[in-house]
């Protein structure tokens, strides 16, 4: 079935470093690849995103990239900071009369200062 | 511009019961869906709402159910809880043709 793996489960950096968290898909008609960051207590927080039609995107000193061929996309932080600790989710959506969206299982992000 | 609204924010059940949440979507948006997160599962959808037709549903027995009023707000009602529903309710709005997702803060549902 239709899935969305994203590696790794937890990831610890120090401040300032960079963070990268992977994410491979397996529905090749899949064309947005949204990010979300979920602090404690809160919902998903829509924090960058990326269409088909794109391999790159910046916001800031987050970036996504995403690779179509290899059904692989990747979200890096640089200079990050405590603030950015959190769970942080890809996610693969196409469109099928509305949007079909399926979830990386999350990525727990520690920042130690 | 107010984000999605999602009430209540707790609600402690007894299983057998049922339950219904509530979701205002952004202003605007016509879309809504409905999730639910569980520590194993992580986010699994249970169904998306446009103009106030179901039009994509999730792999969830027919206890999960859902309704869009006229004014876009959403309920989502779960009969005949079981202890496995416990879990964080989290409801989504979209603005008609986008992709962006924006999610509400959740209702957080134990059954005991």
């Known amino acids: 079935g239709e899935n969305v793996e994203q590696h790794p489960s937890t990831l610890s950096v120090q401040e300032g470093d960079s963070a990268v968290i992977k994410c491979t898909y397996s529905d090749s008609a899949s064309n947005y690849f949204p990010w979300y960051k979920q602090e404690l207590g809160k919902g998903p927080q829509l924090i960058i995103d990326?269409?088909?039609?794109?391999g790159e995107k910046k916001d800031q000193r987050i970036a996504v990239t995403l690779n179509k061929t290899a059904k692989h996309f990747s979200l890096h932080i640089t200079e990050t900071q405590p603030e950015d600790s959190a769970v942080y989710f890809c996610a693969a959506s196409k469109e099928t009369g509305g949007f079909k969206t399926i979830f990386g299982a999350g990525t727990r992000l520690f920042v130690k200062a | 511009k107010a984000g999605v609204t999602q009430t209540p924010r707790y609600l402690i059940k007894t299983r057998g019961q049922q339950v219904t949440l509530s979701c205002s979507p952004i202003s605007g948006h016509r879309s809504v869906s409905w999730y639910q997160q569980t520590p194993g599962q992580g986010l699994q959808f249970l169904f998306e709402?446009?103009?106030?037709?179901?039009?994509n549903k999730g792999n969830f027995p027919g206890r999960f159910s859902g309704r869009q009023f006229s004014n876009s707000r959403s309920e989502m009602n779960v009969s005949t809880l079981e202890l496995g529903d416990s879990a964080l309710y989290l409801c989504?709005?979209?603005?008609?043709?986008?992709?962006?997702?924006?999610f509400g803060q959740g209702t957080r549902l134990t059954v005991v």
């Open positions: 989504a709005s979209r603005r008609a043709g986008g992709p962006e997702a924006f």
């Open positions: 990326i269409r088909s039609n794109v």
């Open positions: 709402y446009f103009s106030e037709t179901q039009r």
